[in-house]
């Protein structure tokens, strides 16, 4: 059947102008600059307002946030413009059941708050290599675990937003996609290599009401245009494309009929696409390395001025963490809905018709919607969002990158690296990593069929599972040692690339042409190989850590659960990393973490104003005595709580959990 003659909903009707004419209007440019001024304004106070002239400025915000930017940047960092393209992107192929991957990090948040954050404020670390380093000694862990959070950077989060991002710009705006990454890149640079954690904080908390703001309005735009909840569970069983045959031969009704249960959470365990006890098990597994072990999500809450202010941040992430269903996933469905030809199609030469990707266009769903339904000035405020959620990750991921390199490699290379080194290099490196993920995004655009938000749960499964059992291992098993952990992450890195390169190299197929990757390596769910492969680094690092050595108490004060409230004095299993040399080197150039001293140096205008914007003053203060040095150190390190905020975030922890079994059980 010709496509031109398909009975989809806008068949018969004028067609829409393109895009980049539709946008072209005094509203929708209005709001767009109108957005980009408010942000612009909010970080460069936040930039003025904090101090960025330190380690612990620049990267750590001074450890003063409360708890609603810190909830709102944990939101903002996790829901990037890969969640807007990618779960209504999935939604539309298989259901509501992709929603569980978001709702799995409500109850981990509250790991983090209440297990996990305790122990890093308590060892006094910045980076989660650093506590790996503290806890196990040595540095072949440590530089393990920086380079592969900067891989996972580059391949699932930073080329997956850049591409993600693409996508919708290049439906709204018909702009060249990589001149509109290079544009955003620039923006989203700025604030990241300017400001610090601080600046990008701040504007995340802004960005987050803007995001949540314009997904609203757009989903009651869709549910009024499908005519209500009870139409569009019944319009989307029917939503298939007109065209379902290549060169006369007819496919399979799976490949194009919508899941029989694709209103139901849980999903088949065995031909779901996404079976419940794998996403519900392994990808919770999974999670722990994303929610509690990840630079970008921890950082966050190490920013935190106290526990309690933590612990209500990822209270009301949790809350938030439950809205993506209704304004993400049920708009993809919508979208397949209204424009089944286009966001259905399974026939490749179809999909590269309506998007230029043969192995689907479902990642189409979100932006066409917006381009299709909304009016003006609205639509540039959609644009707005979704702009906001890609800036939002990116600066967000560029600068906990930029931390890990600079403490974590860089400070091996460079060991005597003064404060302002480790500044300019941070900022540096963000644009090397800018270079890598771009040339990746090819590789995000094929993958798992390309479904977006399927790619990076699976390239998650095959990177993260290793890293979670070691550090749940590290903090609640004290027997556990260097050896351990380190050859239980060297198997799984070695089991989990064989699995991606193998997917890579042989495709994951699709319903025309399935994949010819063995079955052994690739014919079960990446849910269920994260599963084994969690357990299978557990036994060996149980098992290698049994026959040697155990690590002495002493060295493990703070650093455990199980020790977490000694106040024995700790010896570092690296003592040269800790030892008065060094201490001596950081009081010459400047504490981490502490205000420079000493007398102000003579500059010009034109560097004086350069340094003011980087946060690189050389002006100093007065020489901490040591009883200061130790009062501020101490702070930094605090975990005690008012027994009243205490009990309350307690409480409200209890309600969220509530709020969110009812949730599962309602839509199980």
């Known amino acids: 059947?010709?496509?031109?003659?398909?009975?989809?909903?806008?068949?018969?009707?004028?067609?829409?102008?393109?895009?980049?004419?539709?946008?072209?209007?005094?509203?929708?440019?209005?709001?767009?600059?109108?957005?980009?001024?408010?942000?612009?304004?909010v970080g460069l106070w936040a930039m003025l307002k904090t101090n960025r002239t330190t380690v612990g400025g620049f990267f750590l915000a001074g450890r003063d946030m409360t708890w609603w930017p810190i909830g709102a940047s944990l939101f903002a960092s996790n829901i990037g413009s890969t969640s807007f393209v990618g779960l209504a992107g999935t939604g539309s192929v298989s259901g509501i059941a992709v929603a569980v991957l978001e709702t799995n990090g409500l109850p981990l948040l509250l790991v983090l708050g209440w297990l996990f954050v305790p122990i890093y404020i308590k060892a006094g670390v910045v980076t989660m290599p650093e506590y790996l380093m503290k806890r196990f000694g040595g540095k072949r862990i440590q530089i393990y675990f920086s380079i592969i959070s900067l891989f996972s950077s580059v391949a699932m989060r930073i080329s997956a937003d850049m591409f993600a991002g693409a996508i919708f710009i290049n439906v709204a705006l018909g702009l060249d996609i990589y001149a509109s990454i290079f544009v955003l890149l620039l923006i989203t640079g700025i604030f990241t290599t300017a400001g610090g954690l601080a600046s990008v904080i701040y504007t995340d908390a802004l960005q987050t009401i803007i995001m949540l703001a314009g997904a609203f309005i757009l989903t009651g735009y869709a549910f009024a245009e499908v005519g209500g909840y009870e139409a569009f569970t019944e319009k989307y069983m029917k939503a298939i494309p007109s065209v379902v045959t290549d060169k006369n031969v007819t496919l399979n009704p799976e490949c194009y009929m919508p899941k029989e249960d694709s209103f139901h959470l849980f999903q088949d365990p065995i031909t779901g696409e996404l079976p419940w006890p794998g996403i519900l098990i392994g990808m919770n597994l999974v999670s722990v390395w994303y929610w509690c072990t990840d630079q970008v999500i921890v950082q966050r809450c190490l920013s935190g001025k106290n526990l309690s202010h933590v612990k209500a941040g990822c209270i009301l992430c949790g809350y938030l963490k439950l809205l993506p269903l209704f304004v993400m996933v049920m708009p993809g469905m919508i979208s397949r809905v209204l424009y089944p030809d286009e966001i259905g199609c399974v026939v490749p030469s179809e999909c590269e018709k309506h998007c230029g990707i043969s192995v689907g266009c479902a990642n189409m769903a979100y932006p066409k919607l917006v381009i299709e339904l909304m009016p003006d000035g609205l639509r540039g405020l959609m644009l707005s969002a979704v702009l906001a959620s890609l800036m939002s990750s990116l600066t967000s991921i560029f600068n906990s990158s930029s931390t890990l390199f600079t403490i974590d490699i860089y400070t091996k290379i460079r060991k005597r690296?003064?404060?302002?080194?480790?500044?300019?290099?941070?900022?540096?490196?963000?644009?090397?990593?800018?270079?890598?993920?771009?040339?990746?995004?090819?590789?995000?655009?094929?993958?798992?069929?390309?479904?977006?938000?399927?790619?990076?749960?699976?390239?998650?499964?095959?990177?993260?599972?290793?890293?979670?059992?070691?550090?749940?291992?590290?903090?609640?098993?004290?027997?556990?040692?260097?050896?351990?952990?380190?050859w239980g992450l060297i198997f799984g890195l070695v089991v989990g690339l064989t699995r991606m390169i193998a997917e890579f190299a042989y495709g994951t197929g699709s319903c025309m042409e399935p994949s010819q990757c063995p079955d052994i390596i690739c014919g079960w769910h990446f849910s269920y190989f994260a599963i084994v492969l969690f357990s299978l680094t557990v036994l060996v690092v149980l098992g290698i850590s049994l026959i040697t050595k155990p690590i002495p108490d002493i060295h493990l004060y703070r650093l455990c659960w199980a020790l977490r409230n000694s106040r024995e004095e700790r010896i570092d299993l690296n003592p040269e990393l800790y030892g008065q040399e060094e201490a001596g080197d950081q009081e010459e150039e400047g504490d981490i973490g502490l205000p420079p001293y000493g007398p102000e140096e003579s500059q010009g205008c034109f560097k004086r104003a350069w340094d003011a914007f980087c946060g690189l003053q050389t002006k100093k203060g007065p020489k901490l005595t040591e009883e200061e040095k130790a009062a501020l150190e101490k702070k930094l390190t605090d975990t005690s709580e008012k027994p009243l905020w205490r009990n309350v975030v307690n409480v409200n922890a209890i309600l969220v959990m509530a709020v969110g079994i009812f949730y599962h059980v309602y839509f199980a």
């Open 1 to 41: 059947m010709d496509v031109t003659t398909s009975p989809s909903v806008s068949a018969g009707t004028p067609a829409p102008p393109p895009a980049s004419d539709r946008i072209k209007n005094a509203a929708d440019i209005s709001v767009i600059v109108i957005y980009f001024v408010v942000v612009m304004a």
């Open 417 to 486: 690296a003064s404060e302002r080194e480790l500044l300019i290099v941070g900022r540096l490196f963000i644009i090397f990593m800018i270079v890598i993920s771009i040339a990746w995004v090819p590789l995000v655009q094929s993958g798992q069929n390309g479904e977006l938000v399927q790619y990076v749960e699976s390239i998650s499964s095959y990177l993260g599972s290793p890293i979670a059992a070691v550090f749940l291992l590290a903090i609640f098993c004290k027997r556990v040692n260097e050896q351990g952990a380190f």
